[in-house]
């Protein structure tokens, strides 16, 4: 249970405090190398939390609400629905991308939006080739971190809290946690 408070802990405040001065370095700083090791660090963190919650908790247990209570909805056999969902993911991510960077040079509305966020957005081939790697680990470390393991251990830590009371507290906290 101590890895758990661990995981808990840096997902409900270390990531958000971590976030806050990364971001500020990033818009900041004159260094050209200091994004590709920001992508770096974010791919190992969320490997090594994720590795350590399914150490703690299992594979299995990060899919159910606490207790083994499994969702109606929730298919008992992941495999198929999750290379699914991965591949459909993956297709929807690179589409947008491409339709997004397209109209950016087009469209001046789009072109205000990403000047927003150009502090974080890879600049060289390679912090391409690693934002694709960045893309990937947070769309399968977050959703097993936030709506696997938090959905679990808030279940645990507050057995009173009814199951759309922390389904609301997970989302917020995920949502929280990208309010970089």
Request: hydrophobic fraction near 55%.
């Amino acid at each position: 249970m101590l890895a758990q408070h661990l995981v808990a802990v840096a997902l409900i405040a270390g990531f958000p405090i971590w976030d806050h001065f990364q971001m500020k370095h990033l818009r900041t700083t004159t260094d050209v190398e200091r994004r590709t090791r920001t992508y770096v660090e974010i791919v190992v963190v969320q490997w090594v939390l994720t590795a350590v919650v399914v150490l703690a908790v299992g594979f299995r247990q990060v899919f159910t609400i606490g207790g083994g209570e499994h969702l109606d909805w929730f298919p008992a056999d992941l495999t198929a629905g999750l290379a699914i969902g991965m591949a459909v993911g993956i297709a929807a991510a690179l589409v947008a991308t491409t339709v997004m960077i397209r109209r950016a040079g087009a469209n001046s509305k789009t072109a205000r939006a990403f000047a927003k966020i150009d502090f974080i957005l890879p600049k060289t081939p390679r912090q391409r080739a690693i934002w694709v790697l960045v893309a990937l680990t947070a769309g399968i470390c977050e959703e097993l971190l936030f709506r696997g393991f938090m959905f679990h251990y808030l279940r645990e830590v507050i057995p009173s809290l009814p199951l759309w009371g922390v389904l609301v507290l997970a989302a917020a906290l995920f949502g929280f946690n990208h309010a970089y």
